[in-house]
Structures are given as structure tokens and as C-alpha cells.
């Protein structure tokens, strides 16, 4: 079909089905890079994964045993790989809770700040953890809660707080001292979130509610959390991945970084796997086994990224 147009007193024709096929040839040639990196350096290793998981295999050798789905039996009964399962969705489900509080009531103090260089210097601090490196945080975070000489317990004496005192690195604290370091890591990055989601709420709402005699915190509860709720949900959906996927923190936290394995009490689901694959301090050298927890954390974090959209992401989406 030609289109005539006038253009400088000439007529110009246009042909819309070359001009179709052009965009589509240009579609097709921009996507073909990115679909190649996607599946060289995603689809394929996922795949290389499952089919090493159907192996006996050290990872070493080229001796290959082909045993089907007994390495899935035995992740059912394996006590070690079952309790970091647990300590995955720990740290999923608290730390989510943990942080979304805390960052809800740092974005109610920042959004009230008003001067904007304020507003930024405080983000940028409490976003500073995010861009140092994960051995450093880990190592000074063990550092600061050692039960001898580190600097919480000496801050509690020097206050005559002894009875709080604790053995934070112990059995029995070491998970939530843990919980701990990746919250202060990470709330910094959800509040950037936040802040910015809520920037973006027109001040209309607020000056109409403030003629109505609201205060501030019921403009945040009842204007500013509402209107943030597709955020929420997203870092809800992302802090669920971070958690599974976590590895350089919980690694080197505790007894990981003083030349032995990191203890069984805090590892997740990627520690755990990488340990079984090539160990630390004992080599175990169980890579068929260890592609089989790769391929469980794949499903378990597909599966509750998809309850996370399905159960709290169905609601209608608030416009303004």
C-alpha cells in the first residue's frame, strides 16, 4: 500500500510494507545479541547444570557415573543440605519483615526532611555498605560481635550492661547475628527504593490532605505506604532472591573466615553448594551432587517468586 504526502510541494510516496519489513529485520538483528548472551551464559549452564546432576562425578576426574535422580534422593535425607534449606527461608522470611519495617520508618524521617542535600547525604550513608566489599563487612562484622574482645560486648561492659552480654558468635546467636550483617547491608538499598517511590507521589495529595487536618504519619500511612505498594512488592520479590543466591557475606561471616568452613547454623543454600563442590578447608569434591542443589535452588526460588506475585502482587494496582 502507497501513502502520498506533500512535502515542499512534492509529492513523497511510502510503501508501509517495505517499511514493516524493515522494522522487523531491525527487531530481529538488535534481539539476536542479547538472546545469544541469554542463552550461552544462562539457558545452557542451567542446562549443563541438570545434566551433571544425574552423574556420581567429583568434578575432577573423568570418571562419570550415571545414576539418574540419586542425587535428588539423597538431598532428601542429606540433615546438612535440609537445615540450610531452612536457614534460606529464614532469612527470607525474617529478614523481609526486619527490613521492610526499618525501611519504611527511615523513608517516613527522610521524606520529611526539608532540605534535598539532607535527604541525599543520608541516603548515600546508609547506601555506603552496598559498595564495600562483602570479605570486609563480614570479617569487621565478626570483629565487632566476638564474644572476647569485641567491641559490642566491651561497649555493654563499659556501660555496665554486662548481663547483656552474649556469645554472639555461638550456636545459639550466631544465625541472627548473621540476619544482622545482611540487614545493615542491605536496608540501604531498599530505602533508596523507597525514597524515590515516594518522591514520585504528587504533593497535591499531601496538601490536601494537611487542609484536612491529617498529620504526618498518617499521610505516610494512609497516602504514602499505599501508593509505594507495587515498590514494597518488588523488594519483597528481590530480598527473596538475595537471600537464596547470598554467598561472600555468609561465607566469610564467623568461623569462615579464620581458615575454616562456614558454620552449618548459617549457611544457605549457595554456601552450602559451594562447599560440597569444592570445599575449604576439607575438600569434598562433589560436584554431580552439588549441581543438584543448583538445580533445587533454581525451582525453590522460581516457586516462591511466583506464590510472592501470585498472593501478594494480585491486588489492583493503586493510580494517581
Avoid at 527487531?27 to 544425574?54: A, C, D, E, G, N
Avoid at 527490613?99 to 547506601?127: G, R
Avoid at 570479617?139 to 559490642?152: C, E, V
Amino acid at each position: 500500500m502507497f501513502i502520498k504526502t506533500k512535502k515542499g510541494g512534492q509529492s513523497v510516496r511510502y510503501n508501509n510494507k517495505i517499511d514493516r519489513k524493515r522494522y522487523k529485520k531491525f527487531i530481529l538483528v538488535s534481539t539476536i545479541p542479547v538472546v545469544s548472551f541469554y542463552v550461552i551464559f544462562m539457558i545452557y549452564p542451567i542446562l549443563q547444570t541438570l545434566y551433571y546432576s544425574l552423574f556420581r562425578w567429583s568434578g575432577f576426574s573423568r570418571d562419570m557415573e550415571f545414576i539418574l535422580l540419586r542425587n535428588y534422593n539423597e538431598l532428601m535425607t542429606d540433615s546438612m543440605f535440609l537445615q540450610t534449606v531452612w536457614n534460606s527461608f529464614k532469612y527470607v522470611f525474617f529478614g523481609s519483615i526486619i527490613i521492610i519495617v526499618i525501611t519504611l520508618l527511615f523513608t517516613y524521617v527522610i521524606t520529611n526532611y526539608k532540605s534535598k542535600k539532607l535527604k541525599d547525604l543520608v541516603q548515600m550513608i546508609l547506601f555506603v555498605p552496598n559498595t564495600i566489599s562483602p570479605v570486609a563487612l563480614a570479617l569487621l562484622w565478626g570483629f565487632i560481635l566476638n564474644t572476647r574482645w569485641g567491641l559490642l560486648n566491651g561497649l555493654l561492659g563499659k556501660l555496665g550492661l554486662d548481663f547483656l552480654q552474649r556469645g554472639w558468635l555461638g550456636d545459639q546467636y550466631i544465625f541472627g547475628a548473621a540476619l544482622s550483617l545482611l540487614v545493615w547491608i542491605h536496608v540501604g538499598f531498599f530505602i533508596i527504593m523507597y525514597v524515590a517511590a515516594a518522591d514520585r507521589i504528587p504533593p497535591s495529595l499531601y496538601e490536601s490532605a494537611q487542609l484536612d487536618g491529617a498529620t504526618t504519619w498518617k499521610q505516610f500511612t494512609k497516602i504514602t505506604v499505599p501508593l509505594m505498594k507495587d515498590v514494597i512488592e518488588t523488594s519483597m520479590v528481590l530480598w527473596t532472591i538475595f537471600s537464596f543466591k547470598i554467598f561472600g557475606y555468609l561465607y566469610v561471616f564467623g568461623a569462615g573466615g579464620a581458615g575454616s568452613d562456614a558454620p552449618v547454623a548459617v549457611r544457605n543454600i549457595s554456601v552450602h553448594l559451594f562447599l560440597t563442590a569444592f570445599g575449604k578447608r576439607t575438600p569434598i569434591n562433589r560436584l554431580a551432587y552439588a549441581s543438584s542443589m543448583a538445580i533445587v535452588l533454581l525451582i525453590l526460588v522460581a516457586i516462591l517468586v511466583y506464590v510472592i506475585r501470585k498472593l501478594i502482587m494480585s491486588g489492583e494496582t493503586i493510580e494517581y
